[in-house]
């Protein structure tokens, strides 16, 4: 038994020295990216992202048509003076009246809205004392509504940029809640 195994050690040897690499034949590599990838310099300019669309490779970048974010919520009303009257006629709140967080809205009005429109709503804040924006107009002389304050945030108006990209669709409502509480103490 001893001999035998002798026997078969020796040849599993003899077979695995003489299946290693042969100079004279090389061995064949069957996906040689995987073996030797392509090297690029860094942020150099490559046209392995070219296409026929003329895009550059952005389309890899660009969201398949018909879809949304994850968390996006559609706002139906257009960015214009139609959309404006629309929003302030008839959108309403969806946040209830009752369980509205003030201490949370009243930290993102400061944030986001009293360096213009003053920590009152007087249009007093302090680029407007400071004479950086004129014309920043107090809660009291205007008649708005919550789709009209709603519908501003989420678009801006004359020099008030929108404040969408900041704010999502839950903290505007929070922001048009105080300031509504805000207009209601002046």
Known sequence: MKKLLKVVFIFGLLVSLSS?????????????NMYESVAYETYSESDAFNSPTGLKGKEGQLPVDGTIKRGFQPYEYPNTTEGYEAAKASLKSPLDPATVDMKKAQELYDIYCAICHGNAGDGKGKLVTNEKFLGVPSYKDRVITEGSIFHVITYGLNSMGSHANQLNQEERWLVTAYVQKLKSEL
Do not use: A, E
């Open 20 to 32: 290693c690499k042969d100079d004279k034949k090389p061995n064949y590599q069957y996906m040689p």
